[in-house]
């Protein structure tokens, strides 16, 4: 009964490449959340999504930033361009529902470093 | 906009000296408020979901309490590997969840 599997765990990336970030969510789980913690800051939302749709994306940078969730697939979280900026911790969580009743599941991150 | 604040920031407590941590909160139209652990270089651990001001939630040494303005985290004769950072986060109808940004807890042997 795997969790929620993310990968890499690690990334490093120069000034102007591309990250992409990839969530597999838990088994049975249809909605899928990223958010990005810099460090001594708490988690921030990014965007919420089920299978082919982003149903909230308002947490998202308006530039470089995407996301998507194929109908095959793991969740990806796609930066363009990155700048020092972007540095952080890259969280995805999945829930069973979207009320959150039971809570989400979180992975164990991405840490992305841009030098 | 829903927010949450938490306090202390850090908490250095004694195995054994009980204590609690604070979460302030406003939200429209409360679902859900919810506390997790962080170990560090982890992701969020979830601990607890209370619905309405009364309610509480036991685990272990942890016991969550709710009123409809705050929440408070109480911590039993804490040992050291309640070391962590506890979060607390809201959800207003159905809406995403927002995150405070934490009480690192330090329980020392």
């Known amino acids: 009964n795997a969790g929620v599997m993310q990968n890499p765990r690690h990334l490093v990336r120069r000034r102007g490449q591309e990250a992409r970030l990839r969530c597999s969510p838990m088994?049975?789980?249809?909605?899928v959340y990223w958010y990005r913690q810099l460090p001594e800051e708490g988690l921030k939302f990014m965007v919420y999504?089920?299978?082919?749709?982003?149903?909230?994306e308002s947490g998202m940078p308006k530039e470089r930033f995407s996301a998507e969730f194929p109908k095959e697939g793991p969740s990806i979280l796609r930066i363009q361009q990155v700048v020092r900026g972007d540095s952080a911790a890259y969280f995805c969580?999945?829930?069973?529902?979207?009320?959150?009743?039971?809570?989400?599941?979180f992975g164990s991150g991405t840490r992305l470093t841009v030098v | 906009e829903d927010q949450v604040t938490q306090s202390p920031e850090a908490l250095r407590l004694q195995e054994g000296e009980s204590s609690s941590l604070n979460c302030s909160y406003t939200?429209?139209?409360?679902?859900?408020l919810f506390w997790y652990r962080q170990d560090p270089g982890k992701g969020p651990e979830f601990l607890f979901t209370?619905?309405?001001a009364g309610e509480e939630k036991e685990k272990e040494r942890l016991k969550a309490t709710l009123t409809k303005k705050e929440s408070f985290l109480h911590i039993t004769a804490p040992k050291p590997e309640d070391s962590a950072t506890y979060l607390c986060?809201?959800?207003?109808?159905?809406?995403?969840?927002?995150f405070g940004t934490g009480t690192k807890l330090q329980v020392i042997p």
């Open positions: 209370l619905y309405s």
């Open positions: 986060a809201v959800q207003g109808g159905y809406q995403k969840v927002t």
């Open positions: 088994k049975g789980h249809s909605h």
């Open positions: 939200v429209s139209g409360l679902r859900g």
């Open positions: 969580a999945s829930s069973k529902d979207r009320g959150a009743n039971y809570g989400y599941t």
């Open positions: 999504l089920q299978k082919e749709n982003i149903i909230d």
